[in-house]
């Protein structure tokens, strides 16, 4: 059974930076594709950043581009979010997704969608001065 923990959010000041961390146990990382998505209070939930199964392939949100980074150590079988200059709209829980998209090649991964199957319990980031 696949398990995603996250960890790393916190109350950081604007401008500041964060790094999460998705643990990924049950499976190798290669056989999914892992996302992150963030849900704000009263509002839906958005998807951040996506890293395909070869590790090749990254896609970010328009909000997000030139700021986070995701990444991978396959040693670790974790994912991280680099969420550099942060602002305070950033404040949400962050959750990472799994999912195998059997259908789709080993270099593709969408943050568009989110019928992700495997969720972690999510990650508070606070942005505020």
């Known amino acids: 059974q696949l398990q995603l923990v996250e960890s790393g959010g916190d109350l950081v000041q604007p401008g500041g930076s964060l790094r999460l961390s998705c643990a990924v146990s049950g499976r190798t990382l290669d056989l999914y594709v892992i996302a992150w998505f963030r849900q704000a209070p009263g509002k839906e939930r958005e998807g951040v950043s996506c890293i395909s199964k070869s590790g090749g392939t990254t896609n970010y949100a328009d909000s997000v581009k030139g700021r986070f980074t995701i990444s991978r150590d396959t040693a670790k079988n974790t994912v991280y979010l680099q969420m550099n200059n942060l602002k305070p709209e950033d404040t949400a829980v962050y959750y990472c997704?799994?999912?195998?998209?059997?259908?789709?090649?080993?270099?593709?991964?969408?943050?568009?969608?989110?019928?992700?199957?495997?969720w972690g319990q999510g990650t508070q980031v606070t942005v505020s001065s």
């Open positions: 997704a799994a999912d195998s998209f059997l259908y789709y090649p080993d270099n593709w991964c969408g943050v568009g969608r989110n019928d992700y199957a495997n």
